[in-house]
């Protein structure tokens, strides 16, 4: 996609894979992850996900996400949010999220205006069915 890569491009730095927790999975991300691993869900279960209750993450390491090696070791079984991040639709309505995420993300086009970024991002979120105007 063309009009992504004037705004973003994934740099795989791991920025966003940092912290002490990670985003929940739901269903699907957790069947795309056992399918991309290609083991049972138990052992995906034991070695790589932390389950408290009706919650399933991924487990970290060293304050990173148990999957990040200089990328992302399941890239093609990532959880979706993995996947829609930096270009979360609050980036839409919100400026400053723009701002703050522009600043910590490498990918992110450095030199793009706020209302450009607007431009080229909301018709592929409105395709992708991610947003509905």
């Known amino acids: 996609m063309d009009e992504m890569k004037q705004i973003f ?13 990670t985003v929940s999975l739901d269903e699907n991300d957790r069947r795309r992850m056992v399918e991309a691993l290609g083991l ?3 052992e995906v279960r034991e070695k790589y996900w932390r ?3 009706n919650v399933t993450q991924m487990k970290t390491v060293d304050n990173h996400c148990v999957f990040y090696d200089n990328g ?4 093609g079984g990532r959880p979706w949010r993995c ?3 930096p270009l979360h639709p609050s980036l839409l309505t919100d400026e400053n999220n723009f701002i703050t995420i522009k600043q910590s993300c ?13 431009r ?8 992708q069915g991610i947003i509905h105007c």
């Open 72 to 75: 992302c070791t399941v890239h």
């Open 9 to 21: 491009e994934c740099q795989r730095c791991g920025y966003c894979c940092q912290g002490k927790t």
């Open 40 to 42: 049972s869900e138990d």
């Open 106 to 118: 490498p990918g992110m086009n450095q030199h793009i205006s706020y209302e450009e970024f607007c």
């Open 120 to 127: 080229i991002l909301r018709p592929i979120m409105e395709a």
């Open 83 to 85: 996947a829609q991040w």
């Open 51 to 53: 389950v408290t209750g």
